[in-house]
């Protein structure tokens, strides 16, 4: 079954720094989405990007927040300088139709610490 | 814009019990409604969806849900549980006519006693 990949799956940085999520979709799928899940808390939306550029973002998705798709493949969400409160857990996923119709794939997830 | 209140952040169950989950949402349209599982140190599993047709939705692992238009409700159950079964699970809902995308619930944990 197709899968969503993101890499790392954890990932320890200090206050201030930059960090890079990255994510390779499902190939065919051609919606992209980031969200959040700080420890113990509900699944928050992040972005969603179409057609090379973002669809719809949250208020949490603010100027420290970037999102890429530097090829065909991969799908990356930057952090310009981490703070604190950015420590959670970074959910891709990917969907083929848009508006949530299909129901999105989830990565695994990426770990983030900031220290 | 959408929204899902789900109806107790721990629900504790006997092994082979029913298990209901409750979900409620809230949309100015008919909605795309979602239930997905995080198993420990995992990413979201979907378990199953409701887009149209037939309200009475099954999904893996013996799970099914009922979308109630009446009582804007998208309750999850299994009729017995299993051990295995044993995770946090959201309900999520997507506005199939506004671009919005879809919003998670705050997750309820379920817990499976031997």
């Known amino acids: 079954e197709p899968e969503v990949t993101q890499t790392p799956s954890h990932q320890v940085t200090q206050m201030g720094q930059e960090v890079i999520l990255r994510c390779v979709p499902i190939?065919?799928?051609?919606?992209f989405y980031w969200y959040r899940q700080i420890l113990g808390q509900k699944v928050e939306f992040l972005v969603s990007?179409?057609?090379?550029?973002?669809?719809?973002k949250s208020e949490i998705f603010d100027d420290q927040f970037s999102v890429e798709r530097p090829d065909g493949s991969n799908f990356t969400l930057k952090i310009r300088s981490t703070k604190l409160e950015d420590s959670a857990m970074y959910f891709c996923?990917?969907?083929?139709?848009?508006?949530?119709?299909?129901?999105?794939?989830f990565g695994s997830g990426t770990r983030l610490t900031v220290v | 814009a959408q929204s899902v209140t789900q109806l107790g952040s721990h629900v504790s169950v006997s092994e082979g019990a029913l298990v209901l989950l409750r979900c409620n949402y809230s949309?100015?349209?008919?909605?795309?409604l979602f239930w997905y599982v995080q198993y420990p140190n995992q990413g979201l599993q979907l378990l199953l969806k409701?887009?149209?047709?037939?309200?009475l939705v099954k999904g893996i692992n013996g799970f099914e849900a009922e979308f109630k238009k009446s009582e804007t409700s998208f309750h999850l159950t299994k009729p017995s549980a299993h051990m295995s079964d044993a995770a946090e699970y959201f309900c999520?809902?997507?506005?199939?006519?506004?671009?919005?995308?879809?919003?998670f619930g705050a997750g309820t944990r379920l817990t499976v006693k031997p």
């Open positions: 999520a809902v997507s506005d199939r006519q506004n671009n919005n995308d879809m919003r």
């Open positions: 409701y887009t149209t047709g037939a309200t």
């Open positions: 949309s100015s349209v008919p909605p795309y």
């Open positions: 990007f179409y057609n090379n550029e973002i669809s719809e």
């Open positions: 996923a990917s969907s083929e139709a848009g508006r949530g119709r299909g129901g999105y794939t």
């Open positions: 190939s065919n799928h051609l919606y």
